[in-house]
């Protein structure tokens, strides 16, 4: 649990510098003591529990793909982390059976008043669209939790939906937008379904993919997909409040799903470059400071993602992870390094990751003109199937 605690501690505060700007909205709170399931959508590989996590008072269980559980100390030290393993289709398992213990432990964790974070897509996907129909593992264990507190009538499991909205799919030093939805109790579908479970997982299934698609970008159809994400990217307006940016994208969307001719894009407004001349003359020297200092931390990086990282999924979740590893380390040495000459060390210790964040500004917001962001160039072949 203090290992837990301190790795929430550290990538709440990796965060900070990660984001530009994390906005946080909830329709409802959650009483102390309910048994909880954290229900998001699914975008970026292990960066989403990670989001979520920071961002709520409780200490969530996840399930974890069960290939990372390789035995020994690693299964030790994933459960420290909260992680559970779950067995999927290609792992060439018996599923009937491979996942038992653990619906037995998520019936634990929620019968003694905790919470899990359940992906209900099975699969993470960067296009803005929720795929559906969610999986039935969500539904299941939720039943098997309430069944077991049916002796108390006042106890219950609630279902958090869940909208994560990454304004950039892999970038760093990009807006976040997540929005906690109004508790779903488990109980009161399950009435509403006479009591009967198959219907009662058919309801919970299609109630809660309609909260989370209320939650998140979701562009549909699916067959029409790139085309309205052009179009949507072509229409919208980078508002500085996140979420009213939010609800503008969503009419937009709306209104181009509803309509068979694609919106004509807006007409191009072309800034003023000569304003920039002067900032990219005196923010030079910045820039170059920025990346000496942190040159060690910015090869491994582009190493990292060249070799090793073949899913772009990972992308942005590799970034905040050398963000929250590797800027601590290359610091520090960095820093040692520079104190054999100078005779200091502290004053770099702040100086070096200083200069590389307002080097990554300069660079991202001075020297690059931001273009459209679309899917399919980021993703490539790597799109799940729902």
Not at 68 to 84: A, E, Q, Y
Request: aromatic letters at 10%; a positive charge; one cysteine or more.
């Amino acid at each position: 649990m203090i290992l837990y605690r301190f790795i929430k501690i550290w990538a709440t505060i990796t965060s900070f510098f990660f984001f530009r700007k994390v906005t946080i909205t909830r329709k409802g709170e959650i009483p102390e003591g309910t048994s909880v399931i954290f229900a998001p959508n699914h975008q970026s590989a292990f960066l989403d529990p990670i989001v979520i996590a920071i961002n709520t008072k409780r200490s969530p269980w996840f399930l974890t793909r069960a290939s990372v559980f390789t035995g020994g100390m690693v299964n030790k030290l994933l459960k420290m982390l909260h992680m559970i393993p779950v067995y999927r289709p290609r792992d060439l398992v018996d599923l009937k059976t491979a996942n038992n213990s653990t619906f037995d432990f998520c019936q634990e964790v929620l019968t003694n008043g905790e919470s899990i974070m359940i992906f209900p897509e099975g699969n993470h996907g960067m296009q803005k669209r929720l795929r559906t129909p969610l999986k039935k593992g969500i539904g299941r264990i939720a039943l098997r939790a309430v069944n077991e507190m049916q002796t108390d009538p006042d106890r219950d499991v609630v279902i958090v939906p869940v909208g994560i909205n990454y304004e950039h799919p892999t970038g760093m030093r990009t807006d976040l937008l997540l929005n906690f939805g109004e508790p779903i109790s488990v109980k009161d579908l399950l009435k509403e379904a006479d009591n009967h479970e198959t219907r009662g997982l058919l309801t919970l299934r299609k109630h809660l993919a309609e909260k989370i698609q209320d939650l998140m970008i979701d562009i549909r159809p699916k067959e029409q997909y790139d085309a309205l994400e052009l179009a949507w990217q072509q229409q919208r307006t980078v508002l500085p409040s996140l979420k009213a940016r939010f609800e503008n994208d969503k009419e937009i969307i709306e209104a181009l799903s509803e309509n068979d001719q694609p919106l004509q894009p807006k007409p191009e407004i072309k800034s003023n470059s000569l304003w920039q001349i002067p900032l990219i003359i005196l923010g030079f020297p910045m820039w170059l400071t920025g990346v000496v200092l942190n040159l060690g931390w910015i090869l491994t990086v582009k190493l990292i993602l060249k070799y090793v990282v073949k899913d772009p999924h990972f992308v942005q979740s590799i970034k905040f992870l050398c963000v929250m590893a590797g800027v601590p380390v290359f610091t520090m040495v960095t820093a040692a390094l520079l104190s054999t000459v100078t005779g200091w060390f502290w004053p770099f210790v702040v100086l070096i990751p200083l200069f590389g964040l307002l080097a990554h500004e300069y660079q991202t917001r001075v020297l690059k003109t931001p273009g459209l962001v679309l899917v399919k160039d980021e993703a490539g072949d790597f799109l799940p199937e729902d």
